[in-house]
Every structure is written in structure tokens, then in C-alpha cells.
């Protein structure tokens, strides 16, 4: 099996950039994330969080 | 600034609510009913549209789609037009969404009965209904989207990107997985084969989980359990992280339903890693549900509505643990194919989405029909009935599961399997059956305390009128980026540039895996010896898919030593590549068919047909007695189906195709001659010639009967590796 498989990846042109590529874009995805979320004041997530309580 | 009026649109959710109803009533008695074909297999004898093949797929599809469906269109048009502070965009359109979704419904609920199957789980319908699905969905879209834009609050609550993420998706899923060729107004063959099928089928097969079970209802839960418990989520920062890691990361999550079959492991590995990250955003999610009713703890044990959120949220932690876990190949190899499987999607199905409906008609019914709940004492009943419904219905199959497994795995020392005759491990767990068969029946009648306790709170209540609100204009600001905006403020009040990055979110994920499919395609050590299938066996094949055989038997041996023992070698991608849709099956109520062909003599298969308990006490297969109808089987399509299949990439000749009735009987009549070699059968069918010639009737030879175009299609079942086995390297 594993040497089917490693067949299907050398096919491929460059693959030794997907591995990085894929831990890059998570990288970059889940500091994004981080960064703005916590870059929020505080008084603009109670106004968010008041939301469905307005109504 | 000028305060506007405008009336929420309250009778769509009514209408919503009572399909929700109506179908949570059918889906669930459907279930029970295909539980008690478990206890007494052939409880509907003779009856086709009434036997446990045709009628499972119709319970998956209602629960899903009726019952969770409605409830969540119910759900999403009440709390939509609120936290956007706007009436739906198009009246019209709410109807059209409604009253189309509906129509879908009682097509299914016809069709599927009849045998109009494509046999691919959760999307079974045929392909005029998958396209009837797709309009739907999108006037649903287009209504949403429209409301968001024409609201009058500035910014979008979570609660809203996650209805926008379902709808995306969804669209998305379900048009990959129904590209179908068709070949009549009711039958299709999926444009994928074999391995690539089941990859496709299973990346929408866990993101509909995903983005039709999953992400609506936790939108539903951000709106309803701080309004119901009257206080903001617990984190609302949480909810963002929750909102875009759950969309980023569930849609790689599918192979983890084909792990140890012929997809290729890198493809299942990447499907592992993810389920067991996607542990973190839904227990973020879980624990911000939970939270939000700090403090208020008190009022939990007042207010039945909140009740029923606090168990869903936690069957919805359940599930999301479980899930992860049976990803792991080793806990995967015991539990895949089992009733564990079982139990695990009735966690979500009945806690989850099930209890999270519940509370919110609770809640919906008395406010919209300004009056109180009939009966509190009734709900608390309906809770804790319900409760014990979901303990009895997934104990019993948890047990049933690891009983399954560990006898299938069970070897002697001498090397022979322990229960080399797969019965003995159903049998083993009839007790079980019982037991869920008790869950099930507590899990309705509470469902029918909800329906008598909704119908006296309508009726002492006033009719459902459409409410007067009043909420400023939204003031038009740039578009662009205000001076000391940060992003994520800002694209909260941009809902299209929102909906295309959650779109990317979920494309990243999708395009990963489906390139790769494409790439697998060129790349399928292919087999010599496997040739498609002769027209009988196409014919054959077909009535596999239409009595929903799929249901209880797999045609994937996965590479362990029980299972080759049990079955033969091991499923190779190779062996597929004509199987047009692939038909691995999730369960194995019954043994695995891959390499049944040639187990047994023709006779053994017509007789196990007409009666299985006669050939097997105690098994708890049906039998398949119209099959053998004095009616000849409709092989008017053969030519169009084999040329269905050419145009898919099947190698048959044009000589082939023309032939293709000629060969059909030829093949036909030599399973009829064989079946001659047993007196029995010469005996019997001899008397039913005379039987119908005195009541009139014309005679059909057993050869253009149905069952021995089944017969043809078993017998062929991996009968091309058994020959010989020169695999390509």
C-alpha cells in the first residue's frame, strides 16, 4: 500500500512544497484568527454579545 | 434618526414548526418500525415498499432533512428576522422555500418506498429531486442573503455566519456529490466509480453532519440559549474562534469513514488529523453553550426549555468526543461496520438535534401564540422520557457494537474463527435489538406528548400574527474601512465579503481532497482480470441498489486477518472501477458480499431469497418475495443503461450494447437451467405453472423473473480476483 502511495505522490510536480504550504496556511490561519480576536475591545464585544437580547 | 415599523413574518415559522412536527412524528415512528424488523424480520412479508431496505433510507432521509430540517428552517427564520431587526426579504420566497421544501419531502417519502434509489447514504433521492433540492436551496439563500442586506443592524451576529456557512456549503456538497448521468426519469448512475465515489460520498456524507446537523443548530444555540436564559454568551470571542476553526476544519474530516478500505492511506491519515483537531473547536463551542447559563443554574430547574438545551449541548459534546475518537484507525477497526456506529449518530441525532428542536417549539409555540405552555409537567415528562429514551436507545446498541466486534475478531487456537458463522454474532445480540426497539418507543411517545401538549397551547392560545417591531434606519457609512476599524468589525457588517471568505474556508479543505481525487483516478493499479459487468449482472445490480441491500451488507474486507479469513482477500481499489455507484456500505447487519460469488449454488441463493430463515434459523434477514413475481423484470433500458456506462468510462463494445438483451436472456436462461438441477425447485415450479394456468394467468419463465438477475449479480460478486489475482504493480 505505502509504496502505491508514494508512487501517487512523486507524480506530482514538487510535491515536497505541499507539506509546507499546508502547515503554513495553518499557521497563518490560526494567527490571523488569534490576532483578531483578541485585538477586540472589550466594549465592542458586550455590544455584539447583546445582540439577540435587544429584540 | 427615524424609527421604522415593520412586522416580523411569524407565520413561516409556524409553518415551520408544524412540518417539524408532523415529520419528527414520521421519521421516528419510521425508525421504530425498521427497529422492530430487527426483532421480526418479515413483519411486512410480501409487502416491497414496506420492507427495511426501501423504508431505511426513507428514516435517514426524513430525520434529516423533514424532522432537523424543518425545525432548523423554523429556527432560522424566527431568530434571522430578530437579530437583523427586518422582516424576511420576500414573502414569496419564504413561501416558495417552504412549500417547495415540503413537496421534496413527500417525494421522498414516495420514491423512496417505490425503490427510486441511488443508493448513496443521505443523498439516496433520484435526480430530478436533487435538482428540485438545489432551487430550494437557493431561493433559501437568496432570501437570507437578502434580508441580511436590507437590515437595520449594523453588525451580523455569530449566530449568522453560521447559517450563512451552512447554506454555502451545503449548495456546494450537495451538487459535487449528485452529479449523476441519467438514464430514465427516475434512474441515475453517479459520475464516479469505486474509490472515487466513496470519497466523494463520504466528504458529503460527514460535512452534511457537518453543515446540515451541526453548524445551523449551533447558530440556533448562540440565538436561543442566551435569549432563553436572558444573558449574552458566555464568550463571545470564543464563538468567533469556534465559528471559523469549526468551518476551516470539518471539511477535510470525510475519509475518516473509509479508513482501512481501498482509499489510499495518505487520504485517510489526512482525514484522521483533522477529526482529532476538530475536538477543540466543538468542545470551544460545547463549553461556550454551557457557560452562557452560569450563574443561572437555578433556572434550569425551572424551565423545561432550558432543560432540553442543557442535554443537547452536552449529547453535542458527546458526539463531538466520540467522533474523534472512532476516527482512530485502532478504535475505527472495532467500531466501523458496527452498531456502535448506531449509537454514536442517535447521541446526535436524538440529543442533539433532536432536543435542541424540541426546546426551541417549547419556546416558540407559547411566545408566538401570546400564552402560556399547556402544560409545564408535560414537558418535564416529555424531558425526562426522552432522556431515558436516548440512555435505552444507545446503551444496548454500544454493547451490541462491541460484542459485534469482538466476535468477528474471535479466533480459535488452532487458528479458525470462533464464530465462523457470522449468525451466531447476530444472534448474540437479538437482547440488544429489544432494548433500542424500548428506547425508541420512549423517544416517540414523548415526541406525542409534545404534539398533544403544542395542540392545547395553540388552541387556548391567539392565532399567530405577524409582530409589529420598530428599529432606527441603518445609516449608509463607507464601505470601506473606518478610520480605527479593525478587520473582523469590519467584515461583520459585510456580509457578501464574509460569506466568500467562509466560502474559501471551506474550499481550502474541498479542493485538497478532491484533487487528489482526480489525481487517484490516473493512478488505480488496475486489475486485468476485472471486467464489467455482463448486462444480467448490470440488470442485477440495479435491484441490489433499489431493495437498499446496502443497508445491512458491505462490499469492503478490510485488510485484517478476521476479515480475510472471514471473506477472502482483502477489497482492492482495482476491483471497483466499473461500480458506478460504489456500494461499500456503512454497516454490517449481515455478512460482507465482496467475494460471495460462487459461495454458494444458485439454488441456495434462490431459496435464501424466497425465505432466509428456512436456509438460516434465526436469521434476520427479510424475505424477497416479489422478486419472484410470475412478472417479467423490465429490461427495456438494458441498451440505454450500458450506454450510460460507456459514456462513464465502462469499456463495452458497441457489438456488446447492441447484444445486450440477447446476452441478458442467454445468461438468464442458463441460471434458470441450473436451478433445475434441484427436484425441489422442478417440483415446485412445475406446480406454480399449473397453479397459474388454472387461474388464467400467462406463465413467466423463472428466467425473465427479477430474482434471477439478482442471482447473477451475487454469483459474480469478486469472482474476478478469485480466478486469478495478477494485480499490476
Request: some cysteine; overall charge positive; glycine content about 8%.
Amino acid at each position: 500500500m505505502f509504496e502505491q502511495i508514494k508512487h501517487n505522490m512523486e507524480t506530482i510536480a514538487g510535491v515536497a512544497v505541499f507539506p509546507i504550504l499546508s502547515l503554513l496556511i495553518f499557521f497563518a490561519f490560526f494567527v490571523g484568527l488569534a490576532i483578531w480576536v483578541f485585538s477586540y475591545k472589550k466594549d465592542k464585544i458586550d455590544e455584539m454579545s447583546q445582540i439577540p437580547l435587544n429584540d | 434618526m427615524e424609527m421604522q415599523q415593520f412586522y416580523y413574518d411569524n407565520k413561516i415559522v409556524k409553518k415551520f414548526i408544524y412540518a417539524t412536527i408532523l415529520f419528527g412524528v414520521v421519521a421516528m415512528s419510521v425508525g421504530l418500525l425498521e427497529a422492530f424488523f430487527y426483532l421480526f424480520p418479515n413483519l411486512t412479508d410480501g409487502i416491497s415498499w414496506l420492507s427495511y431496505g426501501r423504508l431505511r433510507p426513507l428514516h435517514t432521509n426524513a430525520a434529516i432533512f423533514a424532522f432537523v430540517g424543518n425545525a432548523m428552517f423554523a429556527g432560522i427564520y424566527y431568530s434571522l428576522q430578530r437579530l437583523l431587526k427586518a422582516r424576511m426579504f420576500s414573502d414569496f420566497l419564504s413561501n416558495l422555500n417552504f412549500w417547495g421544501w415540503q413537496l421534496i419531502i413527500v417525494a421522498a417519502a414516495i420514491s423512496l418506498p417505490l425503490g427510486y434509489s441511488t443508493s448513496k447514504e443521505y443523498a439516496e433521492l433520484e435526480w430530478p429531486i436533487d435538482i428540485a433540492i438545489a432551487l430550494i436551496w437557493v431561493v433559501f439563500g437568496i432570501n437570507m442573503i437578502g434580508t441580511i442586506l436590507k437590515r437595520r443592524e449594523r453588525h451580523l451576529y455569530v449566530a449568522i455566519w453560521f447559517y450563512i456557512a451552512t447554506f454555502v456549503t451545503v449548495a456546494v456538497l450537495h451538487i459535487f456529490n449528485s452529479l449523476e448521468l441519467p438514464v430514465s426519469a427516475m434512474k441515475s448512475y453517479s459520475v464516479y466509480a469505486g474509490v472515487q465515489d466513496a470519497l466523494v460520498q463520504w466528504w458529503y456524507g460527514h460535512n452534511a453532519v457537518a453543515f446540515f446537523l451541526t453548524t445551523p443548530y449551533l447558530g440556533l444555540m448562540y440565538y436561543f440559549v442566551p435569549k432563553v436564559a436572558n444573558r449574552p454568551v458566555y464568550s463571545y470571542r470564543l464563538s468567533i474562534v469556534h465559528f471559523w476553526s469549526l468551518i476551516f476544519l470539518y471539511i477535510w474530516a470525510g475519509p475518516h469513514h473509509l479508513l482501512y478500505t481501498a482509499l489510499p492511506t495518505w487520504a485517510q491519515n489526512l482525514g484522521v488529523v483533522f477529526s482529532i483537531m476538530l475536538i477543540a473547536p466543538s468542545w470551544g463551542g460545547m463549553i461556550n453553550g454551557l457557560l452562557t447559563l452560569r450563574g443561572v443554574w437555578d433556572k434550569v430547574r425551572e424551565e423545561p426549555v432550558l432543560k432540553f438545551f442543557v442535554v443537547a449541548i452536552t449529547g453535542y459534546g458527546m458526539a463531538t468526543f466520540e467522533g474523534p475518537m472512532l476516527s482512530l484507525k485502532n478504535v475505527n477497526a472495532i467500531a466501523h461496520f458496527t452498531d456502535w456506529i448506531i449509537a454514536h449518530v442517535h447521541v446526535g441525532a436524538l440529543a442533539w438535534n433532536g432536543f435542541m428542536a424540541f426546546g426551541i417549539i417549547y419556546w416558540l409555540i407559547p411566545r408566538m401564540t401570546k400564552t402560556t405552555l399547556y402544560s409545564t409537567k408535560l414537558a418535564n415528562f416529555h424531558f425526562w422520557i426522552g432522556t431515558l429514551g436516548i440512555i435505552f436507545y444507545t446503551l444496548p446498541m454500544y454493547v451490541a457494537g462491541f460484542t459485534q466486534a469482538s466476535m468477528w475478531k474471535q479466533f480459535n487456537p488452532d487458528g479458525t474463527l470462533t464464530y465462523g458463522n457470522f449468525l451466531e454474532t447476530v444472534t448474540q445480540i437479538m437482547p440488544m435489538y429489544w432494548m433500542r426497539a424500548i428506547g425508541g418507543t420512549l423517544y416517540l411517545t414523548g415526541m406525542l406528548v409534545l404534539v398533544y401538549n403544542i395542540i392545547q397551547t395553540v388552541r387556548a392560545g391567539e392565532p399567530v400574527e405577524d409582530e409589529l417591531a420598530e428599529a432606527p434606519e441603518l445609516q449608509t457609512i463607507s464601505s470601506g474601512r473606518l478610520k480605527g476599524e479593525k478587520f473582523h468589525p469590519w467584515l461583520e457588517r459585510k456580509p457578501i465579503q464574509l460569506t466568500i471568505l467562509a466560502t474559501i474556508a471551506i474550499l481550502i479543505g474541498g479542493i485538497i481532497q478532491i484533487v487528489p481525487t482526480i489525481m487517484v483516478k490516473s493512478n488505480i493499479p488496475t486489475i486485468s482480470s476485472v471486467k464489467p459487468y455482463t448486462p444480467l449482472e448490470l440488470q442485477g445490480r440495479d435491484l441490489y441498489i433499489r431493495e437498499g441491500c446496502v443497508g445491512c451488507h458491505s462490499q469492503m474486507v478490510r485488510p485484517f486477518r478476521s476479515e480475510v479469513e472471514r471473506y477472502g482477500p482483502q477489497g482492492k481499489a482495482g476491483e471497483y472501477v466499473y461500480d458506478h455507484p460504489f456500494l461499500w456500505g456503512s454497516k454490517r447487519t449481515g455478512p460482507d458480499l465482496l467475494r460471495v460469488g460462487g459461495k454458494y449454488n444458485d439454488n441456495w441463493h434462490f431459496n435464501h431469497f424466497w425465505s432466509p430463515q428456512s436456509i438460516s434459523a434465526g436469521s434476520i434477514m427479510p424475505a424477497y418475495k416479489w422478486l419472484f413475481d410470475n412478472k417479467a423484470m423490465d429490461i427495456s433500458m438494458t441498451e440505454k443503461k450500458m450506454e450510460a456506462m460507456k459514456t462513464l468510462g465502462v469499456p463495452y463494445s458497441e457489438e456488446q450494447i447492441a447484444n445486450g438483451q440477447k446476452d441478458l436472456r442467454a445468461q438468464a436462461l442458463k441460471i434458470e437451467e441450473s436451478l433445475k438441477s434441484d427436484p425441489d425447485f422442478v417440483k415446485s415450479y412445475d406446480e406454480s405453472k399449473k397453479k397459474a394456468e388454472a387461474r388464467g394467468e400467462k406463465f413467466v419463465p423463472m428466467n425473465e423473473r427479477e430474482i434471477v438477475a439478482l442471482i447473477a449479480y451475487i454469483q459474480r460478486l469478486g469472482t474476478d480476483i478469485k480466478v486469478k489475482d495478477n494485480t499490476n504493480k
